[in-house]
Each structure stands twice: as structure tokens, then as C-alpha cells.
């Protein structure tokens, strides 16, 4: 029950602060949850970070949704530690047009989290200051996570039907 | 003291006379003379002393490791001394998941190695891929570099390295020495794109 009043009152805090910009709250399993816009989300960040003492940057990820409008959703994961409280932030932004602000001016750390969403989703951040793949082979040439791709390597020869007697 | 150290000199006497010796190779022999081909020769010390350079990158490795102590201890077959320098490699060894980045840092390593030199692919990642059949991992070393030995198994166990190794061996003895700088195999390393 407490975790819901810390919730709601984060959420009353943020919706004073940034009006409309936080939409479809919700909370799945206690985790407070919302979608915010990217031309606000780095302050939205900062708000967090400064105000709202959620100090630590736990991850940057995002989640294709082919066929969608807003088709690639950019998620922040937040923890306060000192009121042991997590937040999640997404944001949706165009397939076609995959960008949005870095994150690495208010923490440092989203650096490689940043990079990583490159390497696998083709997300671009802007300002970041060194935006290279991080895990995958520089000449692979996809962004492998985007789900038009197959999982598969095309070169596999043991799993073909005939081999099975399919 | 005294005696318990005398005692283990007697066991040690007794298992010392029980150490194996590999059999001469075939030949014609007579009162005070042996004769065989150079080939032979060269392939019975070969393959007794063969130095593996271990590339062990996830959970085969571990299973080798256990290949190499005591319990079923790759020295028998001529192995004891691994090689991390692969220019005094004479088989590399690869054991475990190849990502895709991997594949050129294996490539090296191998043209760094001198002839003769062998490649055996220990489990089924080495091999085939394994289960990761997804877009960061090679489908098997083979895609990069000739591969001479597969031993299957996720992970093997290690009596399935060392049955490998001792293909592994056999390939080694029944070589010929001219194998190396013949037209097929020159082929199929440019195949690999290796001169
Ligand atoms: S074959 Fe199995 S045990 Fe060996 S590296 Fe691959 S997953 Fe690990």
C-alpha cells in the first residue's frame, strides 16, 4: 500500500511539473510507468534525477513495434535508491526517423546504454558523444533487435528440413 | 617418515615400469638394423608431442580444463605443454561459442600458427553453431578456418576431447610429409582466403 501513496505522489509531482507530457500512467506490478514526449524526456530525466532523487540511471533499452505509428519505444529505468522507489519512462518515437536526445548529459553511465540501443535498434541519440556499436561486428550492416530481421543466421545448413526427414 | 617415503618410492618404482611406449611404425628389421620411411618417423614423433594451443571461449573450455587435470590428464597422449604462443602451436584447439566479432581474432590466430598445423572444433557451437542459431555467433569455426577434427557434444565430456585428440593424433602419423605444399591444400586454404 505504501509503494502506491510514494507512487502517486511522484506522479502528482510530475504531472504539476509537465502538465500533458505525462500520459498513460499506469502501474504494472507496483512500477510506476509512463510515456512521456522526446523533446521533454531530458528534462523530464533531470526533473527525476535532481527534484526527485531518482540518482540512478538502472538501464536504457527500447522495443520495436512494427506496423505502429511511433513504432520504436525508448525505455529509462530509474532507481531511487534512498527511498528504494524504481520508475519506468518510454518513449515513442518514428521508425523512419529513429531519434532523440542523449541521455549522457545528466548521467554519464547512459553512455554504453546509449550505444547499445544503437547497436540493436538503430536508435539515434543526439549529443551523444561517441555513438559507435558497442557488442556487435562493425560491418554488420542491420540493426539485428528490429524485428523485420530474421533471428536466425541465414548461413545455418544442420536445421534444414531434410536432414529431419520433414 | 622414513618409511612412509621409502614406501612411496617402491609404488613409484613399480608404476615407473608400467609407463607405456608407442610402438615402432611398420619397417623392415633385421639383426642390428630398423628401417622405415622418413614419414613415419617424422609422424610417430609428431603426433606424440603434439603442443595444443587451447581457444577456449565459454563452456567447452571449462570441459577441457578438466580434460587437462589430473583425472583424465591430456599429458598421456604427448599434450602436456600448451602452447598460448600460437607460433609454437601444432593444433588449435577451439572450445567454446564463436561470436561474429571472434571470427577475424580466430582467423589471426591460426594463419599465426606455423606449419604443420592441425584445428580441432570441440563441441557443437565450434562446430555448427550449437543452440546459438542467431545473428552475433559464426555457424561453425568451419566458416572461417579448415577444421581437420569435430568432436560433438554440448559440451563433450572429456573423453570425448581426448578421442578426438587421438584423430587428431592418427591424421598426424598418417601424414605425408609432402601433404603441405600439395595443390589441394593450397586450395583449400585460399578457399579460407589464407595463403
Ligand atoms: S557446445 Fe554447448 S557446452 Fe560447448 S560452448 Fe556451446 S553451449 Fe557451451
Redesign the pocket.
Known amino acids: 500500500m505504501e509503494e502506491t501513496t510514494l507512487n502517486n505522489t511522484i506522479h502528482v509531482k510530475l504531472t504539476e511539473k509537465f502538465g500533458e507530457k505525462v500520459t498513460a500512467v499506469s502501474e504494472p506490478y507496483g512500477l510506476l510507468t509512463f510515456v512521456t514526449y522526446k523533446d521533454v524526456i531530458v528534462n523530464v530525466l533531470s526533473h527525476l534525477k535532481e527534484e526527485l532523487k531518482f540518482n540512478f540511471l538502472t538501464d536504457i533499452t527500447a522495443v520495436h513495434y512494427p506496423g505502429k505509428e511511433h513504432g520504436i519505444a525508448v525505455v529509462y529505468h530509474l532507481h531511487n535508491m534512498v527511498e528504494k522507489v524504481r520508475i519506468r519512462i518510454k518513449v515513442f518515437i518514428s521508425e523512419q526517423n529513429p531519434t532523440i536526445p542523449t541521455a549522457t548529459v545528466v548521467w554519464k553511465g547512459a553512455n554504453w546504454m546509449e550505444r547499445e540501443t544503437y547497436d540493436l535498434f538503430g536508435v539515434k541519440f543526439e549529443g551523444h558523444p561517441d555513438l559507435r556499436r558497442i557488442l556487435n561486428m562493425d560491418d554488420l550492416g542491420v540493426h539485428p533487435m528490429l524485428k523485420q530481421y530474421p533471428l536466425e543466421d541465414p548461413n545455418r545448413v544442420d536445421k534444414k528440413d531434410e536432414f529431419f526427414g520433414r | 617418515m622414513l618409511l612412509i617415503l621409502q614406501r612411496d618410492e617402491h609404488f613409484l618404482f613399480i608404476n615407473m615400469s608400467e609407463i607405456n611406449i608407442v610402438d615402432a611404425p611398420p619397417g623392415t628389421e633385421g639383426p642390428g638394423y630398423f628401417a622405415t620411411s622418413l614419414d613415419k618417423v617424422i609422424g610417430l614423433a609428431r603426433s606424440n608431442s603434439l603442443w595444443p594451443l587451447p581457444f577456449a ?5 571449462i ?1 577441457f580444463m578438466a580434460t587437462m587435470g589430473s583425472h583424465y590428464d591430456l599429458g598421456r597422449f604427448g599434450a602436456e605443454r600448451l602452447s598460448f604462443s600460437p607460433r609454437q602451436a601444432d593444433v588449435l584447439m577451439v ?3 564463436i561470436a561474429k566479432k571472434m571470427a577475424p581474432v580466430l582467423k589471426q590466430v591460426y594463419i599465426q600458427m606455423a606449419e604443420p598445423r592441425w584445428v580441432m572444433a ?6 555448427s553453431g ?3 542459431d542467431t545473428y552475433s555467433v559464426l555457424q561453425g569455426i568451419d566458416e572461417v578456418i579448415p577444421v581437420d577434427v569435430y568432436v560433438p ?4 565430456r572429456p573423453e570425448a576431447i581426448l578421442d578426438g585428440f587421438q584423430r587428431i593424433q592418427d591424421l598426424v602419423k598418417n601424414e605425408s610429409g609432402r601433404r603441405r605444399n600439395s595443390d589441394y591444400y593450397r586450395d583449400l586454404l585460399g578457399q579460407y582466403g589464407i595463403k
Open positions: 571461449t565459454s563452456c567447452c573450455g570441459e572450445m567454446g561459442t570441440v563441441g557443437a557451437c565450434a562446430s550449437g543452440i546459438f557434444g554440448c559440451p563433450p
